[in-house]
């Protein structure tokens, strides 16, 4: 079992809400990761940090905004809640492995058990 | 942009029997490949890797082959027990890239 944690695990709230998904990791990983993810669906990257004070936005667009301020802490903020934002939210964590060289590393990532977010 | 197809959406066998899952990529020329294993209102759990270089890795029952010619990967269990009843993600990556792509990820049922 994976040392990366999510809260709330489920969450309903009401549109216009300001609501903050949670993800922590108590495995020193650099690198973190949220996904979001539609029943039936892939797993869609939208927003990832390779360190403290370092945020990307991920292949899909979103609204919500990250923070990294800790390295174990990697926090999803959506100002204003809508119900397109009904779904999974899927935090990871990574590390490169070294499988013998400089160019041959790889990323193996460490998810959260998730967050389903009903927006009413 | 790239594409990647896993098989088909759900995959019913008997227990004791193989399960094959096929995981198809265009417009993309991975390092590697892996295999992750989500149960429902869970995230997904990592398997197996595969690098391009590789033809085939095993794990227990679990055996992965990788053909850069046909892009494509087979994820195999041999010996299928309901316990693993899962969808299977494939996801590719390239060496150095923080960024993996998943597929949509095909559903397993084994039954008893």
């Known amino acids: 079992e994976a040392d990366i944690y999510q809260t709330p695990r489920y969450l309903v709230i009401g549109t216009g809400k300001k609501i903050t998904l949670e993800c922590s990791q108590t495995?020193?990983?650099?690198?973190m990761y949220w996904y979001q993810q539609d029943p039936g669906m892939e797993l869609h990257l939208i927003h990832y940090?390779?360190?403290?004070?370092?945020?990307e936005k991920g292949d899909l667009s979103s609204e919500s905004t990250v923070s990294r301020i800790r390295t174990e802490h990697f926090p999803l903020t959506l100002e204003s809640a809508r119900p397109s934002h009904t779904s999974q939210y899927l935090c990871?964590?990574?590390?490169?492995?070294?499988?013998?060289?400089?160019?041959?590393?790889?990323?193996?990532?460490?998810f959260g058990p998730g967050t389903r977010l009903t927006v009413l | 942009s790239q594409k990647i197809e896993q098989n088909s959406e759900a995959l019913n066998i008997q227990e004791g029997k193989t399960a094959t899952l096929t995981c198809n990529y265009t417009?993309?020329?991975?390092?590697?490949l892996q295999w992750y294993r989500q149960d429902p209102g869970r995230g997904p759990v990592f398997l197996l890797l595969?690098?391009?270089?590789?033809k085939e890795k095993r794990k227990e029952r679990l055996k992965v082959t990788f053909d850069t010619t046909l892009k494509q990967s087979l994820f195999h269990i041999t010996a299928s027990q309901p316990a693993d009843s899962a969808t299977y993600l494939c996801?590719?990556?390239?060496?150095?890239?923080?960024?993996?792509?998943f597929g949509t990820g095909t559903r397993l049922t084994v039954i008893p």
């Open positions: 996801a590719l990556g390239q060496t150095g890239a923080n960024n993996l792509f």
């Open positions: 417009n993309y020329s991975p390092a590697y």
């Open positions: 990871a964590s990574s590390e490169f492995l070294w499988l013998g060289g400089p160019s041959s590393s790889y990323n193996e990532q460490f």
């Open positions: 495995m020193g990983h650099d690198k």
């Open positions: 940090s390779y360190g403290v004070n370092s945020t």
């Open positions: 595969i690098r391009e270089n590789e």
